[in-house]
């Protein structure tokens, strides 16, 4: 499973940006996805997962009502969609898979990580 990142970038505060991970090997509906998030001399934080087909989403009470997060498993690819970016949302951002939808708001559950995106939000 290889999971690849991007659409990171330096953006304005109150701006969006649209991360995608590229997922190759078995068919991304096989798996739980989520994003995660480390800042700086910071722990990696928990920002949204997504069930197998979609139907079921879940935040990091620090996202809720600016993130969103979905899947186009036919393309084999996840998203997050962030909008009204704060200063504090600037963080290396990653993907990862998990097989079993089981605390997913832990990172210790997920078999599979990307290599990380950039985001950096201007003040």
């Known amino acids: 499973v290889q999971l690849v990142e991007s659409g990171g970038g330096l953006v304005q505060a109150g701006g969006s940006l649209r991360l995608s991970c590229a997922h190759s090997g078995r068919t991304l509906s096989t798996y739980y996805m989520g994003w995660f998030r480390q800042a700086p001399g910071k722990e990696r934080e928990f920002v949204a997962a997504i069930s197998r087909g979609g139907g079921n989403t879940y935040y990091g009470d620090s996202v809720k009502g600016r993130f969103t997060i979905s899947r186009d498993n036919a393309k084999n690819t996840l998203y997050l969609q962030m909008n009204n970016l704060k200063p504090e949302d600037a963080a290396v951002y990653y993907c990862?898979?998990?097989?079993?939808?089981?605390?997913?708001?832990?990172?210790?559950?997920?078999?599979?990580w990307g290599q990380g995106t950039q985001v950096l939000v201007s003040s």
């Open positions: 990862a898979a998990a097989p079993r939808d089981y605390g997913l708001g832990s990172e210790s559950h997920y078999s599979y």
